[in-house]
């Protein structure tokens, strides 16, 4: 009893425990179908009508076995462990790193107690459990606590006969694992699909027109006046090869660069010209608070995430229209010349493209738009977007997550070093239209690429030094900060007028405006008329304290 009492301590440390100390508290064990033997070491094996659920001979070594298998380095982590079975690997997991943290979701309360009952441990302190909670409720704790910047540190893993001793059992577990590696795609990943994204775009929108005034990105048009040379840089692995020649052209050529490219600038003392965001801030928006700091311009969309940009400077900001959500009603004007359009094209780099042709620059230099994986990394070492490489990883060993598999997908893509190197369909599907927006550009503009080992782009060359000549220093003077030409009025008014008369009718295109994906769902009947109601009056409820700003 002792074993327990000091457990039950520890795990008070942590305000989330109460509810499962609570439960364990008052669970009372009665013929429990659970029974603890111990082993000539007295380590405990955990059975279930008498079939143990792990090793009976060597449980720590089974534990460190499977550990080991997901995790490669003692790197601080968040580990979800899928039932509580055993423990000894849930311990070890806590030991390699002080840092680590355990969240532990276990259905049945009588193996929790039989657990704490029967072991000892100094990690506790550094455990949240979830007992017997509801699957739509341990979803909404994982989205609360779980912090942006940590969801890279995530891993996930499965007591596998733990969760199979029965059909509820399975159930149990299989559903929430579905559901958490949904979730933590959702986080990892980029806004990229208006179709399920566009209620958060739409939010975004009316956040930054409420809170962060800028101006227009025509500010920037012709700027270089072909004069200085502009260096574009994605996030691709090649670029950790080529630290030391983008310090050296840095000097000399306007950085143009991706946001969850930043980062690996920043890291080694690289300050680039410009930022290009334009997703929702599932990744992008992690370094945008340094971006601030240095005083670094930013190239983005009011569809874009608004909390890093709050109350920066105007003259820091710099927007441009992708014509979508409510981006068709405050770009009111379709003809002014203020409004600058680059449509959405699957992924920033596109945009960014599009925006390194309209500064005008001597020429354009690529480094890091590699749409090929180097050495089974699809980004930068220092790169927010590596998270993207989690996901390919062993880590997800779900059926689910192969669809977002971005490495070793059987394709192979040849690169500026003639090696053929490992793809994915979704990479060398934005490749092609990349090369095809370029192969638009050179014909005004020159293309080359720094770094070998990204995929090979019809007609751009290698970069050749000798022919750059670029000798004087890059200066970059903004003489005429343009405004855009939005009406926020018309804007505001036509939102009130739909959510005041939405009982009565229901306008399809601003329903589609604010999400396509439930308008859809309406149209085809899977959902009511009221269900579709209640859910643009939530999204309604959660933006009016904004609207109140206008």
């Known amino acids: ?95 390699l790193n002080k840092n680590s943290k355990a969240i532990i979701i276990e259905k049945d309360i009588e193996i929790a107690k039989l657990i704490f009952e029967n072991i000892k441990s100094e990690n506790l302190k550094r455990v949240i459990i979830l007992l017997n909670e509801k699957i739509e409720d341990i979803i909404s704790f994982f989205d609360f606590y779980i912090a942006e910047e940590d969801i890279k540190k995530i891993i996930c893993i499965m007591h596998i006969r733990a969760s199979n001793i029965n059909s509820e059992n399975k159930n149990y577990y299989d559903n929430i694992n579905f559901l958490l590696m949904n979730k933590i795609k959702e986080k990892l990943m980029s806004l990229t699909s208006n179709y399920y994204f566009a209620p958060i775009w739409a939010r975004n929108i009316i956040y930054n027109l409420a809170l962060n005034k800028g101006y227009s990105i025509k500010t920037y048009k012709n700027i270089l006046n072909k004069k200085t040379p502009l260096l574009l840089i994605s996030a691709g692995a090649s670029i950790d090869n080529y630290i030391e020649k983008i310090k050296e052209l840095s000097k000399t050529h306007f950085i143009l660069v991706l946001s969850h490219a930043f980062n690996t600038l920043i890291k080694n003392n690289i300050k680039p010209d410009a930022i290009v965001s334009t997703d929702g801030g599932f990744y992008s928006c992690l370094h945008i608070i340094d971006a601030i700091k240095e005083n670094i311009p930013i190239f983005t969309t009011h569809s874009a995430y608004f909390l890093p940009l709050t109350n920066i400077n105007k003259k820091r900001i ?233």
Not at 358 to 381: E, Q
Request: hydrophobic share 35%; proline share 2%; glycine share 0%.
């Open 318 to 550: 710099f927007y441009f229209s992708h014509n979508e959500s409510f981006e068709k009603i405050i770009y009111y004007n379709k003809n002014s010349d203020n409004n600058i359009y680059f449509p959405m094209e699957g992924s920033v780099i596109m945009p960014a493209l599009r925006i390194a042709n309209f500064l005008n620059p001597k020429y354009i230099l690529f480094a890091g738009c590699d749409f090929c994986h180097l050495d089974n990394k699809s980004h930068s070492k220092y790169s927010n977007a590596i998270a993207l490489d989690f996901l390919s990883s062993d880590k997800l060993k779900t059926f689910e997550n192969l669809k977002y598999k971005r490495l070793n997908d059987n394709q192979n893509i040849e690169c500026y070093d003639n090696i053929l190197r490992k793809s994915s369909s979704s990479l060398i599907s934005y490749k092609m239209h990349f090369e095809t927006l370029a192969n638009e550009i050179i014909k005004e503009i020159e293309i080359f690429n720094l770094t070998k080992e990204s995929a090979k782009i019809k007609n751009v060359k290698i970069f050749n030094n000798i022919n750059s000549n670029n000798t004087n220093e890059k200066n970059i003077n903004i003489k005429d900060y343009i405004e855009e030409n939005i009406n926020e009025k018309e804007f505001i008014n036509k939102l009130e007028y739909f959510i005041k008369n939405i009982d009565n009718e229901i306008d399809e295109n601003f329903a589609n405006m604010i999400s396509p994906y439930h308008f859809s769902e309406l149209k085809e009947n899977k959902i009511s008329k009221r269900e579709f109601i209640e859910y643009i009056n939530k999204w309604h409820n959660e933006i009016k304290i904004i609207l109140n700003k206008f």
């Open 1 to 95: 009893m002792n074993n327990y009492i000091n457990n039950i301590e520890e795990l008070k440390n942590n305000k989330y425990n109460l509810r499962a100390i609570e439960k364990l508290n008052i669970y009372k064990i009665k013929n429990s179908v659970y029974s603890i033997k111990l082993n000539k070491e007295n380590l405990i094996t955990v059975l279930y009508n008498n079939k143990p659920l792990t090793s009976i001979y060597a449980p720590i070594e089974e534990a460190k076995k499977l550990i080991n298998q997901n995790i490669k380095d003692n790197s601080s982590r968040i580990g979800i462990f899928l039932s509580i079975a055993s423990f000894y690997h849930i311990d070890y997991f806590l030991s």
